[in-house]
């Protein structure tokens, strides 16, 4: 990720501060010595709409506390007046968390935050 998009990820998560989930995603941006972050680019809003509510009902099956997030942020994608969404990826030992927001970063549209495989 360019430096200018995580400065600009991290104005907007810092944005929210009532968000738990938004507080842990901005601190795992700032761990820059173990963060390995990526971006989607763009992606349509009907896409991501139907591939995160299917993992949201299938998380929900499991019940092992897989994701955490899938609640707020499937009711966000429902709402927004997006076209098309971009999702970061901030990778760290045991946690990988996945901020949705707006082609321009000016909206947070929703977090997930799952265990990661790489530890």
Known sequence: MKRRSA???ES??????????AKQSL??????LSVLEQSTG?????????????RAKL???K???????????IKSL??????AIEIYAIRLANEVFSVFTN????????????KSDFS
């Open 7 to 9: 400065s600009r990820l």
């Open 103 to 114: 082609p321009s970063l000016t909206t947070l549209i929703g977090i997930l935050i799952s």
């Open 12 to 21: 907007l998560l810092a944005q929210d501060s009532t968000n738990i989930l």
């Open 42 to 54: 763009p992606l349509p809003i009907h896409h991501v709409r139907r591939v995160y509510t299917r």
């Open 27 to 32: 601190l795992a941006l700032r761990d820059a």
């Open 78 to 83: 429902n709402a927004t007046p997006e076209k």
């Open 63 to 73: 019940h092992v506390g897989g994701v955490r997030g899938f609640g707020r942020l």
């Open 59 to 61: 998380n929900a099956r």
